[in-house]
């Protein structure tokens, strides 16, 4: 941050710090200082105190087989039971646990007793096809109670759920079955958005017709819309169907607390998408933590993540976290523009929501919609049940933080911007809306416990106020535990020999203010994009590209954008001549419609721009650095004189 930016700092108000589950800056640093003290004795005592185990564990980090650390490992649990069984053993049982709102706007509510039924019942389902204990299982459903129901389930016998984004491709589903070898797909005929129905079946079909799903015996089928669905005789079967004759309890599978919990696939910076695996134990144990010091969830709060299921926010703030609480959540199948774009604000009103997580993303295109049309602006709404705002997935710009925090948040709510990733299973440097003051685009200061720092190429710590790797010296409960069937690269990717294998490497670049220590996120360092709070890599999107039989090499990159945060520009050299023109629109529109069928219609460039050649420095490399100027229209400042034809830098320069 530079002398010369003003830094507007929020404090929270009275009430908040008086009542708040950490309350103070000193009860904060109080907590950080037992980490300190006793670093294995503050997350045991945690452990102990917020998750309930079926056998106590007695040893709590095991760092022998670094950086394959092992949490409360002699610790036996079941995660379904933390989220329902426990809540309904303490009075919670007629208390609403889901208020499902679809598309249309009809409104289904769920109590805790009803959950646990559901989620008995095809936990016996699952087990009567066969799926055992260590199993995957892929998970490929709108969002939905269902989808809450399955990963439960999962949860109950021990099965490993690996839940795929209904946005992605055939052939990205295809992937991930395969890689994670999963034994059974939980999916829906249909999926609906935006008042449309959206065929889902069909892409599971074709998903299998790749080859390479062998693994996967049985498909189970939710009838979401009733339209045309294809049923494979032998392997399909309807969830109702499944559902019949099923008992309404199912003993839980008591698991170690090292037993996968789940996998989520992720991009990296190479072309192919990483199985994140996450534990059962330390995983829950921060679900837990972040939704009561984060969150500050109490028992008469209305919870809502916008998130999808698809991604790690909706395992543990929707799947996971709110429900080991005990809390009542939205679960929103639609979108934030359907009907209008006041959808969001109308649902904090009806629902009477206390806290709300969105993303920048989002709030960036509503603030665009609310300053063209009252009707959907915040004020236009009673929003005053609202107490605690959330921002995650990407860096909140101070502009949107300030709408968010006057229009959404009345001037009244803190603002809890939670920098985390797939990997780390939870919130690593937010806000505590009772203790720390906010300063907007700061994710300010590290969860207490968690050991970010700030370091240079070498791993040695930088002061603060000057930029560098951001890193997390210490273990830490709910981190990744491995890339699923490739240890090697969860070593090379995340305990790199540059910091001698010590630190944890984020991925991401960060500098703390010079005063206050306080982080600020400045982005990816590694060949990832962020778009829309999605993360997409290069290099996937470059193999997409140039398995499209014109594209003979592709390189791509990101720019900022107002709206997405960043945005994909591919730069493509085809087979045959460079093309012009309407030729040029219209391959274009060609190689951006194929990305979206090879991966998923978020990968999609936005802009494409075709050359006779990429810029390369004489041993061939593809000067990144150069086409990332020429993608945000910058003049060429970089020294070119290593370029064999300079002129393509102006054919690249051109916009189609
Ligand atoms: C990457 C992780 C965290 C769950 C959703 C995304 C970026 C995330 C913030 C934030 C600045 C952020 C980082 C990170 N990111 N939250 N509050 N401020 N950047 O999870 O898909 O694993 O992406 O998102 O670049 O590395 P993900």
């Known amino acids: 941050m530079s002398e010369a930016t003003e830094v507007r700092v929020y404090q929270p108000s009275q009430d908040m710090v008086s009542n708040a589950a950490v309350s103070g800056m000193d009860a904060y640093k109080a907590l950080c200082a037992e980490a300190e003290r006793d670093y294995e004795g503050y997350w045991a005592r945690l452990a102990r105190e917020h998750v309930t185990w079926q056998t106590p564990f007695t040893r709590t980090l095991n760092e022998d087989n670094r950086p394959f650390f092992k949490w409360f490992e002699d610790g036996k649990l079941n995660v379904s039971y933390n989220c329902l069984d426990r809540n309904i053993e303490a009075g919670l049982g007629d208390k609403t646990a889901i208020i499902f709102e679809a598309d249309d706007g009809t409104v289904t509510r769920v109590s805790y007793s009803d959950l646990l039924v559901r989620v008995s019942r095809l936990a016996n389902a699952l087990r009567s096809k066969g799926v055992k204990k ?8 709108p969002m939905s109670i269902e989808g809450i129901v399955a990963m439960q389930a999962c949860a109950r016998i021990g099965a490993t759920h690996s839940v795929v984004f209904g946005g992605f491709s055939a052939q990205s589903l295809r992937d991930r079955i395969s890689d994670a070898g999963a034994v059974m797909l939980i999916t829906a005929d249909e999926q609906c958005r935006g008042g449309k129905n959206i065929p889902l079946k069909p892409i599971v079909d074709e998903a299998f017709g790749m080859g390479g799903c062998e693994s996967c015996k049985t498909v189970i089928v939710y009838k979401r819309t009733g339209g045309a669905c294809n049923m494979v005789a032998g392997r399909d079967v309807w969830l109702h169907e499944a559902l019949e004759g099923q008992a309404d309890t199912c003993e839980p599978e008591w698991v170690e607390a090292e037993h996968p919990l789940f996998l989520l696939y992720t991009s990296g910076s190479t072309g192919k998408p990483k199985g994140v695996q996450h534990s059962s134990g330390g995983y829950l144990l921060h679900a837990i933590l972040t939704m009561k010091w984060t969150f500050d969830i109490k028992p008469s709060d209305v919870f809502w993540c916008t998130a ?57 295109s509503l603030i665009k919609a609310a300053d063209a049309n009252d009707a959907v602006h915040p004020k236009s709404y009673d929003l005053s049940s609202l107490r605690i705002l959330g921002s995650v997935g990407e860096p909140i710009n101070p502009a949107a933080w300030e709408w968010y925090y006057q229009n959404v948040g009345g001037s009244r709510c803190p603002i809890v911007d939670t920098f985390w990733q797939t990997e780390t299973g939870g919130h690593m440097i937010t806000p505590l809306p009772g203790a720390t003051p906010m300063v907007p685009g700061s994710c300010t200061l590290p969860f207490p416990g968690i050991q970010a720092a700030i370091v240079d190429e ?10 560098g790797i951001l890193v997390v010296k210490k273990p830490w409960p709910s981190m990744i535990r491995t890339i699923y069937g490739d240890p090697d690269r969860f070593v090379k990717s995340y305990y790199p020999a540059d910091f001698q294998g010590r630190y944890y490497l984020a991925g991401d670049g960060a500098i703390r203010d010079a005063k206050t220590g306080y982080f600020t996120i400045t982005g990816r360092i590694d060949d990832v994009l962020n778009v829309s709070g999605h993360r997409m890599g290069t290099m996937e999107i470059e193999s997409a590209l140039v398995a499209h039989p014109l594209v003979a090499e592709a390189a791509v990159v990101g720019r900022p954008d107002d709206l997405t945060g960043e945005a994909i520009c591919a730069f493509v050299v085809l087979k045959r001549s460079r093309p012009t023109g309407d030729e040029a629109k219209q391959i274009a529109n060609e190689l951006r419609n194929w990305v979206g069928k090879e991966i998923g219609p978020i990968a999609k460039p936005k802009d494409l721009r075709f050359g006779d050649n990429l810029p390369k420095t004489r041993s061939g490399k593809i000067m990144r650095r150069l086409l990332r100027s020429i993608a945000k229209g910058e003049q060429i400042t970089q020294d070119t004189s290593t370029l064999e034809n300079p002129a393509i830098l102006d054919q690249l320069a051109q916009t189609l």
């Not at 543990?316 to 929103?332: D, K, M, N, R, W």
């Not at 070498?458 to 930029?467: L, R, S, Y």
């Open 458 to 467: 070498t791993g040695n710590d930088v002061p603060w106020g000057q930029g």
């Open 134 to 141: 260590g199993d995957r299982v892929v998970i490929y459903l």
């Open 308 to 364: 999808d299921i698809g991604w790690v926010t909706g395992h543990t703030y929707i799947t996971y976290g709110p429900l080991a609480c005990g809390s009542t959540e939205i679960v929103f199948e639609g979108v934030p523009t359907y009907p209008d774009a006041g959808r969001f604000w109308k649902m904090i009103q009806d629902h009477k929501v206390t806290v709300f997580y969105t993303a920048p993303t989002a709030i960036r």
